[in-house]
């Protein structure tokens, strides 16, 4: 993972065994969501193309309902796939961090 990396953050879960279970849920990219724990918090998030997603491109996702209906659709999945199980924090919608 580098600093130049992009990832939709989804939601943020306490740290800690056992990991909120991801397997099946897909995201925006639908690669797969991720947990990137750092020992008291960890985030569920996806890796996304940053020519998609990055400050340049964010207001035109944002400013098209169709692509938008789609973004808010699959965060509200993934944070209700996480919450399922465990304590979530969700995110705004469209919240996106390097590295």
Do not use: K, N, Q, W
């Amino acid at each position: 993972m580098s600093e130049r990396d992009l990832f939709y953050v989804y939601t943020v879960v306490a740290s800690g065994a056992p990991a909120p279970d991801t397997e099946g849920v897909r995201g925006l990219a639908g690669s797969g969501i991720t947990v990137v724990d750092d020992g008291v918090l960890a985030a569920v998030a996806e890796p996304v193309d940053p020519a998609e997603y990055d400050e340049a491109a964010l207001p035109r996702l944002l400013e098209d309902l169709d692509r938008l209906t789609l973004l808010a659709r699959t965060h509200h999945r993934v944070v209700a796939a996480v919450g399922g199980s465990r304590t979530t924090v969700p995110l705004r919608l469209a919240t996106v961090c390097r590295g």
